[in-house]
């Protein structure tokens, strides 16, 4: 009988048959992708066309690769002429805090370093007094300006560390902060506890008593409380040295944690070796990092995050080793380091420019640091940082002739939109924040 039937329509049940069996949100069709997915270069699809559905990425391929009759979509958008890269993601922030430090950067116009700074009781600790000081809502105001400077760049997931508190309550309320950033602008925001950032006052000449209450009270209530992702350490001779550093990150292993380290950034103490060896995600900075603490982050799969923003602001001279990164083929992450003191700077694209220019990386190294290299950097490489079909749905796109331009021009490019799970954040024009 259902045979008969089927033979009767047969125009209708081949109709049935081709309608389309997926439901695509949005799909653009036309443009250029940028699609940050293979192992080197931008892997660029021209005439390509990317489907969203839900919060993920639903297809990706070229124009012709579209079978009509497989799919249809709610919105359909004519998209040549414009560029679709991932969303971007800054792998190193220190956003939240309060109080600004024009001061400390006079001083250092008229020659005083960062280190006599800091050993005077400014640097961190004058940023620490002024965090202490604020409320959380004032906290929460200020660093909303400084995400939604990036949001507005096409940054959809962000890394925030504490840090300006160095006592619990301090902590905490940055934290918070960070994550409540997180839900006002809907971006992703990953936490790192960074308790260990410098010494407070109150520890003054007792570095390892220090530690130790960080080990046994601070980090696992702030765990306790759902608000970290990972852990870091500033490791340096002005800060915590390798054993201390050590017992830090067995401390957050234990609790299940990812380790990040600010390794080598103004001396050599084989801090990126540390990081390997005890597993972190990324060793950051590592302009003074040795050939074989380079060697043991290949060999561990370590991400090197350079933060060319604070080797601009402290006049370094001493260059990160970008050729053996590439030798080594060590993954390079590129951060805005976005800090009130080494790097006070909300903007990705202009840390990428500086990355081309100061540390003569590649245009695509630099697209690669803020896309795929930067997820590695945050261990969300399995969700986002290309354009993949099952990844979450972030997306830039943008008036482009080639992205390229994002790294040689500044100040000039915005993204016509920033998409985030799918959901449009911001289009070009919109009032930021
Ligand atoms: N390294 C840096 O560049 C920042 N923190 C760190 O560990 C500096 C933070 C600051 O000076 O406030
Ligand atoms: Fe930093």
């Given at each position: 009988m259902l045979d008969t039937i089927a033979h009767a329509f047969g125009y209708a049940v081949a109709f049935e048959l081709h309608m389309p069996t997926t439901v695509w949100d949005r799909v653009w069709i036309g443009a250029d992708l940028?699609?940050?997915?293979?192992?080197?270069?931008?892997g660029h699809i021209a005439d390509g066309a990317i489907a969203v559905r839900g919060e993920q990425i639903a297809w990706v391929g070229t124009r012709d690769q579209?079978?009509?009759?497989?799919w249809s979509a709610r919105e359909r958008i004519d998209a040549r002429g414009l560029w679709l890269l991932p969303g971007l993601i800054d792998a190193h922030t220190h956003l939240v805090y309060a109080g600004d430090r024009s001061d400390e950067f006079a001083m250092r116009q008229t020659g005083a370093s960062y280190e006599e700074i800091a050993r005077r009781g400014g640097g961190i600790l004058s940023t620490v007094r002024a965090t202490r000081a604020a409320s959380e809502e004032s906290l929460l105001q200020h660093a909303r300006k400084r995400a939604s400077a990036l949001r507005a760049e096409g940054v959809t997931t962000l890394e925030i560390k504490s840090g300006y508190g160095l006592e619990l309550e301090t902590e905490l309320k940055m934290l918070r902060v960070a994550r409540r950033l997180g839900a006002d602008l809907d971006v992703s925001v990953v936490t790192t506890f960074l308790g260990a950032h410098t010494i407070p006052p109150e520890f003054a000449g007792r570095a390892d008593d220090y530690v130790a209450a960080l080990c046994a009270e601070m980090l696992p209530e702030a765990v306790r409380q759902g608000l970290v992702d990972a852990v870091d350490a500033f490791c340096e001779h002005i800060a915590f040295s390798p054993a201390q550093t050590r017992r830090i990150f067995s401390a957050a292993r234990q609790l299940g944690l990812p380790l990040r380290l600010h390794a080598d950034q103004l001396s050599d103490l084989s801090g990126a070796a540390l990081a390997a060896e005890l597993g972190a995600l990324s060793a950051d900075h590592l302009e003074h990092a040795s050939t074989e603490s380079l060697e043991k982050m290949a060999a561990h799969g370590v991400v090197a995050g350079l933060l060319p923003g604070a080797y601009y602001y402290l006049r370094e001279t001493k260059l990160p080793p970008v050729e053996q990164l590439r030798r080594l083929r060590i993954p390079i992450a590129i951060a805005t380091?976005?800090?009130?003191?080494t790097s006070p700077i909300a903007s990705l694209l202009l840390v990428m420019n500086m990355a081309c220019v100061l540390f003569g990386l590649t245009a695509d190294e630099a697209l690669r640091g803020v896309t795929c290299n930067a997820a590695r950097a945050l261990g969300l490489i399995h969700d986002r940082g290309s354009l993949r079909?099952?990844?979450?749905?972030?997306l830039t796109i943008w008036s482009l002739r080639h992205p390229q331009q994002l790294c040689s021009e500044v100040g000039m490019h915005r993204p016509d939109e920033v998409i985030a799970a799918g959901r449009t954040l911001c289009r070009r024009g919109d009032v930021d924040g």
């Amino acid at each position: 009988m259902l045979d008969t039937i089927a033979h009767a329509f047969g125009y209708a049940v081949a109709f049935e048959l081709h309608m389309p069996t997926t439901v695509w949100d949005r799909v653009w069709i036309g443009a250029d992708l940028a699609t940050l997915d293979g192992d080197i270069g931008i892997g660029h699809i021209a005439d390509g066309a990317i489907a969203v559905r839900g919060e993920q990425i639903a297809w990706v391929g070229t124009r012709d690769q579209l079978r009509t009759f497989e799919w249809s979509a709610r919105e359909r958008i004519d998209a040549r002429g414009l560029w679709l890269l991932p969303g971007l993601i800054d792998a190193h922030t220190h956003l939240v805090y309060a109080g600004d430090r024009s001061d400390e950067f006079a001083m250092r116009q008229t020659g005083a370093s960062y280190e006599e700074i800091a050993r005077r009781g400014g640097g961190i600790l004058s940023t620490v007094r002024a965090t202490r000081a604020a409320s959380e809502e004032s906290l929460l105001q200020h660093a909303r300006k400084r995400a939604s400077a990036l949001r507005a760049e096409g940054v959809t997931t962000l890394e925030i560390k504490s840090g300006y508190g160095l006592e619990l309550e301090t902590e905490l309320k940055m934290l918070r902060v960070a994550r409540r950033l997180g839900a006002d602008l809907d971006v992703s925001v990953v936490t790192t506890f960074l308790g260990a950032h410098t010494i407070p006052p109150e520890f003054a000449g007792r570095a390892d008593d220090y530690v130790a209450a960080l080990c046994a009270e601070m980090l696992p209530e702030a765990v306790r409380q759902g608000l970290v992702d990972a852990v870091d350490a500033f490791c340096e001779h002005i800060a915590f040295s390798p054993a201390q550093t050590r017992r830090i990150f067995s401390a957050a292993r234990q609790l299940g944690l990812p380790l990040r380290l600010h390794a080598d950034q103004l001396s050599d103490l084989s801090g990126a070796a540390l990081a390997a060896e005890l597993g972190a995600l990324s060793a950051d900075h590592l302009e003074h990092a040795s050939t074989e603490s380079l060697e043991k982050m290949a060999a561990h799969g370590v991400v090197a995050g350079l933060l060319p923003g604070a080797y601009y602001y402290l006049r370094e001279t001493k260059l990160p080793p970008v050729e053996q990164l590439r030798r080594l083929r060590i993954p390079i992450a590129i951060a805005t380091d976005c800090n009130p003191g080494t790097s006070p700077i909300a903007s990705l694209l202009l840390v990428m420019n500086m990355a081309c220019v100061l540390f003569g990386l590649t245009a695509d190294e630099a697209l690669r640091g803020v896309t795929c290299n930067a997820a590695r950097a945050l261990g969300l490489i399995h969700d986002r940082g290309s354009l993949r079909a099952g990844k979450r749905a972030d997306l830039t796109i943008w008036s482009l002739r080639h992205p390229q331009q994002l790294c040689s021009e500044v100040g000039m490019h915005r993204p016509d939109e920033v998409i985030a799970a799918g959901r449009t954040l911001c289009r070009r024009g919109d009032v930021d924040g």
